[in-house]
């Protein structure tokens, strides 16, 4: 199958301002709705919004009117009759998933969490005491949220997968209750193998919602779904609106779009591996599938290989889509300028698959997660490896880190000094807040000190 797949060559003025652009299509500032999107906005409110008017509007409605708001907007935009008896999956629902589940699946999920979970314990973050010579200490200590929502998609598939990579670094800071959200269609809170690795982990609240509703849902609570200290999970272009929307009245893990790899390569690595990698990421559809190499025969190699792959594979016209939307092959100079080009993508997932890949991390200040040598493919990180699959997106990864146990602690300090302790800093306490005309703060340090030094 052909592909019309976009070629950069880095030495033709404007490469680098066409990758940024590239990468922008799918930021959350893109605003990537399809027409189908645009028809049912113009549905459900009568008028054009733009995806944040929408969200906006959902969110408003959901804080204001409860469950009813939800339940409306369920029957609206995803086209099921949900009640307020229906919305929870019942702990007899997910029983039964479990009982009928595939037995190879629920072996799997066993190996793969206990995988995810030594690695999470590992740089779980550990309380930390100083002690002061002067006398007291000083402590930094960690504790779990209570309550997290995960929100897990399900529009075109289902991803027991983004409930694994979710739960178990919560369940290795430690929250007590984690409430699952996904929408109610056959890929969602319908699909027995998503129901049965919920079970599995010992999850028992799962709810029949997805979108912004759910998600506003979770924030400011609605009747039979209490609020959370935190949102995580993958979604659309709405859902990470609507995160980034009840910010400040939960946490959230990141505001992430669509999928995004970048792959450098060189002539060391087949070209079938550097196709399925990208042809990987785009069958998400829609996502972001760059290739950065300084070989012009493997840019041709890899061209012909997408071809053939895509013959071979289902989902295949959607992947094609996406990289034709949203794909390219670039030709740079060197690996001095593949190194800078990933820096500025600041991708997602990097692929580094060259003879000298593990020195080229060393170089690379920018990617949500790297993935070194031929043998490394994102497909690992996704599905089986350590770290969690819910990466930033768009460029965040400039600022932004990956999820993992430790997005899940909330940090606090503990201090404690005696007597001697609070001398020892007394002159400069007194010289700061005299300075600052907080005379109080110094009153209080003050009437502290033996009576010969007040």
Same mark, same amino acid.
């Given at each position: 199958m052909s592909v019309n797949l976009r070629r950069i060559d880095t030495s033709q003025p404007g490469a680098a301002a066409e990758l940024t652009a590239l990468r922008n299509k799918l930021s959350?500032?893109?605003?990537?709705?399809?027409?189908?999107g645009r028809q049912k906005t113009l549905e459900v409110f009568g008028e054009p919004l733009t995806p944040a008017q929408t969200v906006a509007r959902i969110c408003s409605e959901v804080r204001e009117q409860g469950l009813s708001a939800v339940l409306d907007y369920t029957r609206k935009l995803d086209g099921k009759e949900i009640t307020a008896d229906?919305?929870?999956? =019942?702990?007899?629902?997910l029983a039964a998933a479990h009982a009928f589940a595939d037995p190879k699946l629920l072996e799997t999920?066993? =190996?793969?969490?206990?995988?995810?979970l030594s690695f999470q314990l590992a740089i779980l973050h550990q309380d930390t005491r100083i002690d002061l010579e002067e006398g007291g200490y000083l402590r930094q200590r960690y504790l779990p949220?209570?309550?997290?929502?995960?929100?897990?998609?399900g529009g075109a598939a289902a991803y027991p997968s983004t409930v694994l990579m979710t739960a178990v670094p919560a369940q290795a800071a430690g929250v007590e209750e984690l409430v699952v959200v996904a929408p109610p269609t056959p890929f969602g809170s319908y699909n027995n193998d998503l129901l049965a690795t919920c079970h599995e982990l010992g999850i028992r609240e799962v709810y029949r919602v997805g979108g912004a509703q759910a998600v506003a849902a979770m924030a400011y609570g609605v009747e039979g779904l209490p609020p959370v200290?935190?949102?995580?999970?993958?979604?659309?272009?709405f859902v990470a609106l609507a995160k980034k929307h009840v910010y400040g009245t939960v946490d959230i893990d990141s505001i992430a779009g669509p999928s995004e790899v970048v792959v450098i390569a060189d002539d060391t690595t087949p070209a079938e591996y550097v196709a399925?990698?990208?042809?990987?990421?785009?069958?998400?559809?829609?996502?972001?599938?760059?290739?950065?190499?300084?070989?012009?025969?493997?840019l041709d190699e890899v061209q012909d290989a997408i071809a053939r792959q895509l013959g071979r594979l289902e989902r295949s016209e959607l992947a094609s889509q996406s990289l034709a939307e949203f794909g390219a092959l670039v030709l740079v100079r060197d690996r001095d300028e593949a190194i800078e080009l990933a820096n500025l993508l600041a991708t997602e997932h990097l692929h580094i698959a060259c003879d000298d890949a593990?020195?080229?991390?060393?170089?690379?200040?920018?990617?949500?997660?790297?993935?070194?040598?031929?043998?490394?493919?994102?497909?690992?990180?996704?599905?089986?490896?350590?770290p969690s699959h819910v990466l930033p997106?768009?460029?965040?990864?400039?600022?932004?880190?990956?999820? =993992?146990?430790?997005?899940?602690l909330r940090s606090g300090s503990v201090i404690y000094f005696d007597q001697a302790g609070l001398e020892s800093l007394a002159e400069e306490v007194l010289f700061m807040a005299n300075l600052e005309g907080l005379t109080a703060h110094g009153a209080g340090v003050a009437i502290r000190r033996p009576p010969e030094l007040d």
């Amino acid at each position: 199958m052909s592909v019309n797949l976009r070629r950069i060559d880095t030495s033709q003025p404007g490469a680098a301002a066409e990758l940024t652009a590239l990468r922008n299509k799918l930021s959350v500032d893109g605003d990537m709705v399809s027409e189908a999107g645009r028809q049912k906005t113009l549905e459900v409110f009568g008028e054009p919004l733009t995806p944040a008017q929408t969200v906006a509007r959902i969110c408003s409605e959901v804080r204001e009117q409860g469950l009813s708001a939800v339940l409306d907007y369920t029957r609206k935009l995803d086209g099921k009759e949900i009640t307020a008896d229906t919305l929870r999956v =019942s702990p007899e629902e997910l029983a039964a998933a479990h009982a009928f589940a595939d037995p190879k699946l629920l072996e799997t999920i066993h =190996s793969i969490r206990q995988g995810i979970l030594s690695f999470q314990l590992a740089i779980l973050h550990q309380d930390t005491r100083i002690d002061l010579e002067e006398g007291g200490y000083l402590r930094q200590r960690y504790l779990p949220l209570k309550r997290v929502g995960i929100c897990v998609p399900g529009g075109a598939a289902a991803y027991p997968s983004t409930v694994l990579m979710t739960a178990v670094p919560a369940q290795a800071a430690g929250v007590e209750e984690l409430v699952v959200v996904a929408p109610p269609t056959p890929f969602g809170s319908y699909n027995n193998d998503l129901l049965a690795t919920c079970h599995e982990l010992g999850i028992r609240e799962v709810y029949r919602v997805g979108g912004a509703q759910a998600v506003a849902a979770m924030a400011y609570g609605v009747e039979g779904l209490p609020p959370v200290d935190k949102i995580v999970g993958p979604g659309n272009l709405f859902v990470a609106l609507a995160k980034k929307h009840v910010y400040g009245t939960v946490d959230i893990d990141s505001i992430a779009g669509p999928s995004e790899v970048v792959v450098i390569a060189d002539d060391t690595t087949p070209a079938e591996y550097v196709a399925l990698d990208l042809i990987a990421q785009a069958e998400h559809a829609p996502g972001s599938s760059i290739l950065l190499t300084w070989s012009e025969k493997l840019l041709d190699e890899v061209q012909d290989a997408i071809a053939r792959q895509l013959g071979r594979l289902e989902r295949s016209e959607l992947a094609s889509q996406s990289l034709a939307e949203f794909g390219a092959l670039v030709l740079v100079r060197d690996r001095d300028e593949a190194i800078e080009l990933a820096n500025l993508l600041a991708t997602e997932h990097l692929h580094i698959a060259c003879d000298d890949a593990e020195e080229m991390v060393g170089a690379i200040r920018y990617a949500g997660a790297i993935f070194v040598g031929p043998y490394s493919p994102v497909a690992l990180g996704d599905y089986a490896a350590g770290p969690s699959h819910v990466l930033p997106t768009g460029a965040t990864a400039r600022f932004a880190s990956g999820l =993992s146990s430790n997005s899940f602690l909330r940090s606090g300090s503990v201090i404690y000094f005696d007597q001697a302790g609070l001398e020892s800093l007394a002159e400069e306490v007194l010289f700061m807040a005299n300075l600052e005309g907080l005379t109080a703060h110094g009153a209080g340090v003050a009437i502290r000190r033996p009576p010969e030094l007040d």
